[in-house]
């Protein structure tokens, strides 16, 4: 099966986020009667597992394997990002809260669509003042392309001002990994946060059978 791909017009991006989800919601739905009941997304078996070499936000080289063992939400963005970036942390940080003591598993990884602007140090402060297993993820610009390809995400830089500010359009999705580096499931800053908690307590829970 063929994830659409989200490589468009940067002013598409976020609708095209939402129609991946109705798209593979369609496809899925019919033909997994055999998985475990989540609510969002279910993209097992259709993208890749967790796999890439970046630098974490205390300037350490790490890899997907380094995150194995624990649930992970993949998320691309970048600090100086205006709107859902931010509103995107704050929701996964009151999501994390609300799991209580298994939010220990999970680990949200932001990696960086502007490496131009946002250093290990930058990248640090930005995540930890929304959760304490939220790390920042930079690399080269063709580090981070190969990687956003890889999950058929996208990010465009805009024109900057006469100042040298400027805006990076970028895809939405959230990708979520289970313990074993696999990607399970997909959503947007718009899901409900009680659906949220629902998935990821089935990812979590060592004694639920996902």
């Known amino acids: 099966m063929k994830i659409p791909d989200f490589r468009m017009k940067p002013r598409y ?6 129609l991946l989800l109705l798209a593979v919601g369609a496809l899925l739905g019919g033909c997994r009667h055999d998985q475990p009941p989540f609510r969002l997304t279910n993209i097992s078996g259709h993208m890749p597992n967790l796999d890439f070499k970046l630098t974490d936000d205390n300037g350490k080289a790490v890899t997907g394997a380094d995150y194995r063992g624990k649930v992970v939400l993949l998320y691309f963005g970048y600090t100086h990002c ?3 970036c931010p509103l995107t942390l704050a929701q996964l940080h009151v999501v994390m809260q609300r799991l209580g003591p298994l939010a220990d598993g999970a680990r949200i990884l932001f990696v960086s669509v502007d490496p131009a602007r946002d250093t290990p140090a930058v990248m640090h402060a930005y995540v930890n003042a929304f959760d ?12 981070v392309e190969a990687l956003s390809k890889r999950y058929r995400s996208a990010f465009t830089r805009e024109p900057g001002d006469p100042d040298g500010n400027y805006e990076v359009s970028h895809s939405s999705a959230i990708y979520i990994f289970d313990r074993d580096g696999k990607a399970r499931l997909l959503a947007t ?3 409900s946060q009680d659906d949220l908690v629902h998935d990821l307590h089935l990812l979590l829970d060592t004694g639920a059978t996902p």
């Open 132 to 143: 304490k297993r939220a790390v920042g993820l930079v690399g080269s610009a063709r580090a």
């Open 189 to 191: 800053p718009s899901a």
């Open 13 to 18: 991006l976020t609708c095209l986020a939402l």
């Open 82 to 84: 205006p709107d859902v």
